[in-house]
Each structure stands twice: as C-alpha cells, then as structure tokens.
C-alpha cells in the first residue's frame, strides 16, 4: 500500500543506556548509529496544481537487506498532498524512507517543489501576473477582457479609458491561497497589440481622429 503523506515525524528512538546503569559495571555502552545524508528528490508541480492543490503519488526506489549479507531493490509509492498556496522550495520529508545499510539509520526521502513555468501567468509572492494581448483599437476605445484563471474560470474584467502598453488593472482576491481564506491578488497586465502595417487610407483616418502628441522636447 502507498505511504501515506507525509511522516514527518518520527517516533524519538530510545537513548543507550550509560555505562552506570548496565549489570555489568564498567561495560560500555553500545555506539549510537549514524544516519544517512536526507535524498532530495525534484517535486514538479504546475501553476494550476499549486493553485488548488493536488495529490501526487512518487514512486522511490530503495536498497533493502534480503539475506544476512545480501541486499536488494524494493519500490515504494509515497503519496504527497499539495496544499493550496506552496510554493517553490517547499520541502516534504519522509523520515527514513532511503536506502537500509547495516549499521546505519536510513536516510529521509526529501521532495522539494519545482515550479514549472507558465505560458501566460507569473507568480510574485502571492500575487498572480497574468498577460493580456489587448489590440490597439481595444487599448483605445475600450473592451471587455476575458481573463481566463487557473482554475477553469472566466473573468471579465471592463477595460475604460486609453491604456499604455504593461499598463496593468487589478482584480483583488484572485491570486495565490495564503491560508484561513486569503488570497493574494490577480494583476493583468496589458500587452498592446499594435498592427504590422497601415495603408494611406488608415493613416489619414488616425490622424483626423486622434489628436496631435507632444513634439520631442516639448513638455
């Protein structure tokens, strides 16, 4: 059966007796076991996964006594339990699930979350960055944009007034999990679409309609 996440806490482990406390006075007491360096194993998590949470299940191979002077490989699954809201860097430990040498404590099994990268959404602390492609015509005249979120929803979100490109708008709330209910905030962030090219036609109709800019060097 799958290991269940994640034991990170191990039982204490009962200390020697001291060489007083023996039958046998004067005998020494038995030497304390070294334990194995921990194996970190990479986590790879999506934006979505760590969004909403998941359950992962890793499979870990591990060196086990077979016979009294023999060892062997045995597979193991350990499940993990993806909270809402981790982020890269956290670290799950499973106490004592490495290899079993003789005279050794087994080493803990270590996975540290790898955060794989998005197409359209950056993670800032517990902000969301999504980016919008807004065409020109939509940057000046206004539009509704639809914002997709990473957990299948749509928001719609009123664009009014002239926007500049990386200008970015605010939606509270949507961004990363922080516990009890919180959440960070969703930015979007706008990337202009401009057109590869305009005919005479179009450029007189943008001239007549807009009105002048400023000259260089002109406040």
């Not at 990386?166 to 959440?183: D, F, Q």
Request: charged share 25%.
């Amino acid at each position: 059966m799958p290991s269940r996440h994640p034991a990170v806490l191990a039982w204490p482990r009962r200390t020697p007796p001291s060489p007083s406390a023996c039958p046998q006075a004067g005998a020494a007491a038995p030497l304390a076991l070294k334990k194995d360096v921990a194996i970190e194993v990479p986590l790879h998590c999506t934006l979505e996964e760590l969004y909403q949470g998941t359950t992962k299940r890793m499979r870990v191979d591990r060196a086990v006594p077979i016979a009294e002077s023999a060892t062997g490989r045995r597979s193991e699954v350990l499940t993990v339990q993806v909270m809402p809201g981790w982020r890269a860097g956290t670290r799950v430990t499973f106490p004592e699930k490495g290899d079993v040498r003789p005279g050794r404590i087994p080493a803990d099994v270590v996975f540290v979350v790898n955060e794989r990268p998005h197409p359209s959404y950056v993670r800032d602390g517990a902000d969301l960055v999504y980016t919008h492609r807004l065409a020109l015509v939509d940057a000046l005249c206004g539009c509704t944009a639809l914002v997709p979120t990473l957990d299948g929803r749509e928001l719609a979100l009123s664009v009014q007034g002239v926007v500049a490109q990386g200008a970015e708008r605010l939606i509270p709330g949507e961004g990363m999990p922080l516990g009890a209910g919180a959440r960070g905030d969703l930015r979007v962030r706008f990337d202009v679409q401009f057109p590869p090219a305009l005919d005479a036609g179009a450029r007189e109709m943008l001239r007549a309609a807009l009105p002048p800019g400023p000259l260089e060097g002109e406040a």
